[in-house]
């Protein structure tokens, strides 16, 4: 019997941010245990001593099911299934810290967003390099951390080759107010999930510029429409881009300053008019989208895919071009047809 043909009860989250934390509780909260894992023996003790991880969840007090746990050789040892929640930039490091002491069957779920700066590889091949033969699944969709650790209603995706496999997954935090559905297009779930931080970033900076909704609902068509041509040109099904992981985070995202791309993108603007440039804050929470506007862009270009707005936003956030320049750049594009058909 494998794995994933009985329960998945114990589940070991790796990386203990803002989302680890949450699906550490969305966990417990489907009658799961989850076991916390930090980089630092330090952060473990302090999540454990005071019961909350204050720094990423502020005042949010974790469930009885869920304890931090220093070495990671003794939650894997432990746990049915692991939770990958670091950013999507140290998913190798975190891997490789793992590959000495993982199973070689114990399921993985990612649930960070992204695209590796460098390789250009999607989170499941950086995961399959690193960590190479273990079952693999995506976790994703529109679901702010502080949402879920709060449970209010939210519904995800889980994603994998395996339809058995992203069932289990689910099952693992499925609870009456988090709702998982399943897919098997891991890729289109990826995809999804690492382009909408940076279409949020553009959002944020119309905000920031003071422009209205027109711009923002423009920003988000457009940006699917980007999206779902990577996906295209990638072979995912067109279908998962207009699903949680694609249309639904990307509305999420571009929608609210709670979205740290958004807000990212608000201070890009703020920053502009003061002629300074803007950085998110070292140490700080993360901004996907700054990074993968490389990285999304290079794999578009790889694929032979024009990606404007996104290429707009590595301009902007290489510095390379003003967000004034980028706009009207964007706006004096030939006009053409709005789909391709
Ligand atoms: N916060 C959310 O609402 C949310 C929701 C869905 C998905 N995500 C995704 O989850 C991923 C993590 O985001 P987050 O919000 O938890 O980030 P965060 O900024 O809250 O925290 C990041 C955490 O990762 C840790 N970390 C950094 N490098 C590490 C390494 N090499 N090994 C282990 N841990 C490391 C940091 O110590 C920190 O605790 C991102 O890809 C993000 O897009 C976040
Ligand atoms: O705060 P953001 O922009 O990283 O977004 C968090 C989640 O990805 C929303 O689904």
Redesign the pocket.
């Known amino acids: 019997m494998s794995r994933t043909d009985r329960p998945l009860r114990r589940i070991a989250v790796i990386g203990a941010g803002a989302?680890g934390t949450a699906l550490a509780i969305a966990a417990a909260r489907a009658g799961s245990e989850a076991l916390l894992v930090p980089r630092s023996a330090e952060h473990a003790r302090r999540i454990e001593a005071e019961r909350r991880n204050e720094a990423r969840l502020p005042g949010i007090v974790l469930p009885d099911a869920v304890h931090a746990e220093a070495d990671p050789a003794a939650a894997l040892a432990w746990a049915d299934a692991a939770a990958l929640a670091t950013p999507s930039q140290a998913m190798r490091a975190s891997c490789a810290r793992l590959a000495p002491v993982c199973p070689p069957d114990l399921p993985l779920a990612i649930c960070a967003?992204g695209v590796e700066a460098g390789s250009g590889l999607l989170m499941s091949e950086v995961v399959a390099e690193a960590l190479p033969g273990r079952p693999l699944a995506a976790l994703?969709?529109?679901?702010?951390?502080d949402e879920v650790a709060r449970d209010l209603p939210t519904a995800v995706v889980v994603a994998a080759r395996s339809r058995a496999l992203a069932e289990s997954v689910a099952r693992a935090f499925a609870s009456a107010r988090f709702r998982p559905y399943v897919s098997t297009d891991l890729l289109g779930v990826e995809i999804g999930?690492a382009a909408?931080?940076v279409v949020?970033i553009a959002c944020g900076a119309a905000q920031g510029l003071g422009y209205g909704l027109n711009t923002r609902a423009a920003l988000i068509t457009r940006g699917l429409a980007e999206i779902r041509a990577l996906g295209a040109a990638m072979g995912a099904d067109p279908e998962t881009l207009t699903g949680l992981s694609g249309l639904g985070?990307l509305t999420?995202?571009c929608s609210s300053e709670?979205?740290?791309?958004?807000?990212f993108g608000v201070a890009l603007a703020r920053a502009a008019a003061e002629g300074r440039a803007a950085a998110p804050a070292p140490g700080g929470?993360?901004?996907?989208?700054v990074v993968n506007a490389r990285s999304v862009t290079a794999l578009a270009r790889r694929h032979g895919v024009e990606m404007p707005i996104c290429e707009a936003v590595r301009a902007v956030v290489e510095g390379r071009e003003s967000l004034d320049s980028a706009i009207l750049a964007l706006l004096a594009r030939p006009l053409k047809a709005e789909t391709a058909r």
């Open positions: 989302w967003k994703s969709g529109p679901s702010f951390a999930g909408k931080n949020a985070d999420l995202t709670q979205s740290r791309n958004f807000a929470p993360v901004v996907e989208g």
